[in-house]
């Protein structure tokens, strides 16, 4: 298998981290999205969609989303599950992941790409190229707010998003809360839940990677 | 289990056409979102997110998102499976459902939200009320077109967006193409594979519920 990472983007650190908690290892080449890699005919014959992550699988599969890497890494070696093994389990995690991905990673990227000098012509990821759209960025730091607060309303009597386990969900939601620093944006002190599971998923060696 | 619907929106009509696939029959109720129903008391008393699909599962799991439902329902009713049996079907097909959700499903409804004076401060589902931003609708359109190119690419030499089965990847694109119609957007027919892959499905009868 072949992983395409990005140290610093969130999206590859999701598959990043995914792949460090099941103890896999996977050959990985680095491509700089600050140095506009993604765009270079190199990798756009990788992925025409110029996105990271990509997994190059051992059936010669081309997997370019986060949510096809974590169900292919989980079914194809099932030990250390991460997305559930019942269907109440598998049903509650892809459900945390999907609602942190458009209720938390959504609007740090659109605040994110919508005020960066840096970003500007490149308001979205792909081959196509978008202005920015300033209201987007003001409205992305007051839905990630309200982000935070559904995640502590979530974590009440709870280790992780979905119970007594670290999941999938966990990675997708954590990824994106510490991607807020970029936007100057952190759970406030007083969301007592949801600051204890950030700092317990802080301290997981794969986070660190 | 008990299903929550609403007969006019892409979201539910999603999960709609996967039980119906499935053959499933599960009870049904309407939530009209027309007359903002998703808003009242009893509504956020069993979804505070205010949005549908809705699944309760005889677990007594509320499931709040397609990806979720979807995913309980395949694994706890194997029969007929819509996401796959080997990692490598199971990846392709969760790939192209996220992918026909941001690349498709996002820019439909950021033009109709955005534009639709029905909507007006009603920019984005949920709880919250959220301001709409004329450019958003803009980029919406030209997005679709976009879209509409990438599932064309996809399907040469295909019956189905991931080989010759029909699945949740195929309910997702399709849906979302469907509902293009509300922002006046239809695939061009100089796109042959994209159209004839439309009219297969648009002729299943789960597509006409």
Chains 1, 2 share one sequence.
């Not at 491509?31 to 010669?60: C, H, Y």
């Not at 730091?141 to 502590?152: G, H, I």
Request: charged share 25%; aromatic share 8%; with cysteine.
């Amino acid at each position: 298998m072949l992983f395409y990472d990005c140290a610093t983007a969130p999206s590859p650190r999701r598959a990043r981290m995914f792949i460090a908690e099941k103890g896999l290892e996977i050959e990985t080449r680095q491509v700089s999205i600050a140095d506009r890699e993604q765009l270079s005919d190199a990798f756009l014959a990788v992925n025409p969609r110029a996105t990271v992550p990509v997994l190059i699988t051992d059936e010669g599969d081309t997997l370019t989303e986060n949510s096809a890497i974590s169900t292919y890494l989980d079914a194809r070696f099932p030990d250390k599950p991460l997305m559930g093994t019942t269907p109440s389990e598998k049903a509650q995690i892809m459900m945390w992941s999907s609602i942190a991905e458009a209720q938390g990673g959504m609007p740090v990227a659109e605040t994110l790409r919508n005020s960066n000098p840096a970003m500007k012509g490149r308001a979205l990821p792909g081959p196509a190229n978008f202005e920015q759209i300033p209201e987007l960025a003001t409205r992305g730091v007051a839905r990630v707010k309200l982000f935070f607060e559904l995640l502590d309303g979530q974590l009440q009597g709870k280790q992780f998003l979905t119970g007594d386990s670290f999941t999938y969900a966990d990675i997708t939601a954590f990824v994106f809360v510490d991607f807020a620093r970029v936007i100057k944006q952190r759970i406030p002190e007083e969301l007592a839940a949801a600051t204890d599971w950030y700092t317990r998923i802080k301290a997981r060696p794969s986070a660190a990677l």
